[in-house]
């Protein structure tokens, strides 16, 4: 055990360092990038190492895994971010467990949420998953879809809407990496200067970037990076 978690307050370190040394060159407000650290296929030890070292929010990609480790991890005051596709018989789970649910894109799904968010907990906080690259098969609603989608949850009690997030493709160069994290500004961007049904949402999170790309979406102005292997190490190593 002892082997397996050593690694994770370093590798923290240097996570941080890396969203530091981003914010400065990339001209943005120091501290205005938060990190969440994706936790899924990682034990439960390695998330009470990041903890100790003062991480607090965690990324989770699938309900069973999440709920173990949120059993395991009970004592401890995290912050849960539901990352994963969302199944239609996992939206009690999420509503209940789940501070943040990151990859929200289906009306049908938002409506659940919102209507099984329990009652004495603040409104379900969440971002609408874009696909930026238009892959068929790929989680996420088309930019052209997503003000419409916006406009409809609107209404929706339970649910808080902040902000939109993506997952692209791993591209090759800096350039090409900022490209679609662009998009997903200029997105928001237009989404939230348009008065939609007299709907105002500001939209603040822009929840993009991972451990091989986060520069290039804290330079397109990401506010939330999620980053997994760059603080747990590989999936594969136990
Ligand atoms: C796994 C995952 C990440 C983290 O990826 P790393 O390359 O390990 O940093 C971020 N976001 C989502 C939605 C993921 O599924």
């Given at each position: 055990m002892i082997r397996l978690t050593q690694g994770v307050p370093a590798r923290l370190a240097a996570v941080r360092a890396r969203i530091r040394a981003a914010e400065d060159r990339f001209g943005r407000e120091p501290g205005s990038v938060a990190l969440l650290a994706v936790s899924k296929k990682q034990e439960a030890a390695k998330l009470r190492a990041a903890f100790a070292a003062g991480q607090t929010a965690f990324g989770e990609s699938y309900a069973q895994e999440a709920a173990e480790k949120m059993g395991a991890l009970e004592t401890l005051r995290v912050q849960w971010h539901f990352i994963g596709r969302i199944q239609g018989n996992k939206t009690r789970q999420i509503a209940e467990r789940f501070d943040w649910v990151h990859s929200l894109c289906d009306l049908?799904?938002?409506r659940r949420l919102s209507e099984q968010r329990p009652a004495q907990l603040p409104p379900l906080t969440a971002c609408v998953q874009v696909n930026l690259d238009l892959e068929p098969g790929r989680a996420g609603l088309p930019p052209a879809q997503v003000a419409d989608f916006i406009t409809a949850c609107a209404g929706l009690p339970r649910l808080k809407l902040v902000g939109l997030m993506a997952l692209p493709a791993p591209r090759e160069d800096?350039?090409?990496r900022r490209r679609p994290f662009r998009a997903l500004r200029l997105l928001r961007d237009r989404i939230a200067?348009?008065?939609r049904a007299g709907v105002t949402l500001p939209?603040?999170?822009l929840s993009m970037g991972?451990?091989?790309?986060?520069?290039?979406a804290i330079a397109e102005g990401a506010t939330i990076v999620r980053v997994g292997t760059a603080v747990f190490g590989s999936r594969d190593d136990g």
């Open positions: 049908k799904h938002a800096e350039a090409a200067t348009g008065d939209l603040p999170v991972m451990s091989a790309d986060l520069e290039a």
